[in-house]
């Protein structure tokens, strides 16, 4: 980044290290540059772009994945490119391009569940209990005051995780509305983010039922690979034909009394479903 004035800090000094710190002053025009010979790019929010510009997440420009059968990234909003703000009605930036990914790739950008969360992000245990069962396509939102205001954190989709960490894909890290796909470990999140705000994830969508035992059956979301068990069963107990799978064997479970089964959502907490042991979720 340039600028015509370099920002100072609370004691009035001139902070021009590549590093971030609170509460500096910012005066004058401040650009900066996507490629060699390009024409430079303004900074809106220089403060957040120095941030971002500090923060060293692992760039992906060549990631690919595929979520819930649509390719990411977006055919028009690949690694370095630009969101133009006007993909998603009643919000931009970084909100903006998180609803439209999400909406392109659920079909509503409201769909699914929302949990706010609004709690201080404690360290790199915190982020990996919170973060790691999300289902792929969730919308992860951060705050950076505990206000939790729209204009103070950050929103980014989840597009890849692992035992270390996860991948996302965002707009406006730059400060100058910027598609991004980064790669950041736990510990990387919790010292960049103060706040968890809320997680917006997609309803399950199994698959059938298919037996793994001789008392059990599974069956797995095609959107975010979640397993669900649940007991062979027939309308009587005995030898016979399970109802979900087709398994013939000693049922153990008859259907006579019991409850549908729940809508379980991605966001579900394993406390909030039913006790009955005939059904169990891992995901």
Same mark, same amino acid.
């Given at each position: 980044m340039i600028g015509t004035q370099a920002p100072t800090d609370a004691q009035g000094?001139?902070?021009?290290?590549?590093?971030?710190?609170e509460n500096l002053t910012w005066g004058g025009e401040y650009y900066y540059y996507k490629t060699e010979g390009e024409a430079p790019i303004l900074v809106e929010d220089p403060d957040w772009f120095l941030f971002a510009a500090a923060s060293n997440f692992t760039s992906l420009p060549n990631f690919k994945t595929t979520i819930n059968g649509k390719a990411i990234p977006h055919s028009?909003?690949?690694?370095? @490119?630009?969101?133009?703000?006007?993909?998603?009605?009643?919000?931009?930036?970084?909100?903006?391009?998180?609803?439209?990914?999400?909406?392109?790739l659920f079909g509503s950008a409201y769909s699914? !569940?929302?949990?706010?969360?609004?709690e201080r992000i404690t360290g790199a !245990?915190?982020?990996?209990?919170?973060?790691?069962?999300?289902?792929?396509g969730s919308i992860i939102r951060?705050?950076?005051?505990?206000?939790?205001?729209?204009?103070?954190?950050?929103?980014?989709?989840?597009?890849?995780?692992?035992? @270390?960490?996860?991948?996302?894909?965002?707009?406006n890290w730059d400060g100058a509305n910027?598609?991004? %796909?980064?790669?950041?470990?736990? @510990?990387?999140?919790?010292?960049?983010?103060n706040y968890l705000y809320y997680l917006r994830c997609p309803n399950h969508a199994y698959g059938a039922w298919k037996s793994i035992s001789s008392t059990t059956h599974q069956r797995t979301?095609? %959107?975010?690979?979640? !397993?669900q068990n649940g007991s062979h069963y027939a309308k009587t107990t005995g030898m016979g034909t399970c109802l979900g799978c087709g398994y013939y064997?000693?049922?153990?479970?008859?259907?006579?009394?019991?409850?549908?089964?729940p809508e379980l959502l991605c966001c579900s907490p394993i406390s909030s479903l039913p006790p009955e042991d005939y059904l169990k979720h891992r995901g």
């Open positions: 000094n001139a902070h021009t290290a590549l590093t971030y710190k028009k909003y690949a690694h370095g @490119s630009t969101y133009n703000n006007n993909d998603f009605s009643g919000a931009t930036q970084c909100e903006g391009f998180a609803k439209y990914i999400y909406q392109y699914g !569940t929302k949990t706010d969360v609004k !245990t915190y982020v990996k209990n919170k973060l790691s069962n999300l289902p792929l951060t705050d950076k005051t505990g206000a939790y205001q729209s204009n103070t954190g950050h929103a980014m989709v989840l597009v890849g995780k692992d035992s @270390s960490g996860i991948t996302i894909y965002h707009a910027g598609v991004m %796909i980064h790669y950041l470990t736990w @510990s990387q999140f919790a010292n960049t983010f979301c095609t %959107i975010c690979g979640a !397993t064997g000693n049922i153990l479970v008859g259907t006579q009394g019991l409850p549908d089964e």
